[in-house]
C-alpha cells in the first residue's frame, strides 16, 4: 500500500525542529508533501514562494518528500490529493489544546477522512519555534542553533533589509 501523508504549517522559516519532524515522517510514510499555508490574514516574513524555496533545498536529499503550498481549508486540500493524514510535531504540552482542536476539527468537518499523527519533536529542539527565531534575528542575535545556516543568512538579510 502506498501511504501518504501531508505536513501543513506556516514554515515562516522552516526551522530545525520542522527538518527533524519532515526526516521522521519521511521514514514513516512512502510519500510525504510538506505543505505551505498560504495565509493572508498573517503577517509572514517570507513569502509563501520563499518558504517554498527553503523547504525544497532542505529537503533535497529526501526523495519521497515534495514541497508544496494550499490555500484555503486543509480537508478540501487533502481531499484534493487523495490524501488521509495530517502530520504535526508536538513540543511540549502548551501545543497540544490548539492541536488537539485542529485535529478533532479536521476529523469531524472530513467526516473521518482526514486523520492526524503527532511526532513529539526531539528534545534538542523543543524549545524551538519560527516566532523565537524572528525575535532573535530582529535584535540580531544567534540563531544558529536554530535553523540550517543557509535559511540564517536569509533570515538575518529579510531584517537588515526591514531595519
Ligand atoms: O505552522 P502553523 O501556523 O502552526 O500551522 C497551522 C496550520 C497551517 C496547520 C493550520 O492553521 C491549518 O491547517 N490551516 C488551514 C485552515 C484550516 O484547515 N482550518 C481548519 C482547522 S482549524
Keep these: 500500500m502506498n501511504k501518504a501523508a501531508i505536513y501543513p ?9 520542522h527538518l ?7 521514514k514513516m510514510f512512502d510519500r510525504l508533501i510538506v505543505s505551505v499555508l498560504n495565509n493572508k490574514a498573517k503577517n509572514s516574513l517570507f513569502s509563501v514562494e520563499e518558504r517554498v524555496s527553503i523547504l525544497r533545498e532542505a529537503t533535497r536529499d529526501l526523495p519521497n518528500v515534495t514541497v508544496d503550498s494550499f490555500n484555503g481549508l486543509l480537508i478540501d486540500y487533502a481531499r484534493e ?13 502548551t501545543d497540544f489544546e490548539y492541536e488537539l ?4 476539527t479536521n476529523r469531524k468537518l472530513s ?9 513529539t519533536t526531539s528534545l534538542e529542539y523543543a524549545y524551538l519555534s519560527s516566532s523565537s527565531v ?8 544567534d540563531i544558529s542553533q ?7 543568512k536569509l533570515v538575518h538579510e529579510k531584517f537588515k533589509n526591514i531595519n
Design 81 to 93: 490529493k487523495d490524501i488521509h493524514i495530517s502530520v504535526r510535531g508536538l513540543r511540549a504540552i
Design 111 to 119: 467526516q473521518g477522512m482526514l486523520d492526524t499523527v503527532f511526532l
Design 9 to 17: 504549517g506556516s514554515f515562516d522559516p522552516m526551522t530545525l525542529g
Design 101 to 104: 482542536q485542529i485535529a478533532q
Design 134 to 141: 524572528k525575535e532573535i534575528a530582529a535584535f540580531n542575535g
Design 146 to 152: 536554530c535553523v540550517p545556516d543557509f535559511v540564517a
Design 20 to 26: 527533524d519532524v519532515i526526516k521522521r515522517a519521511s
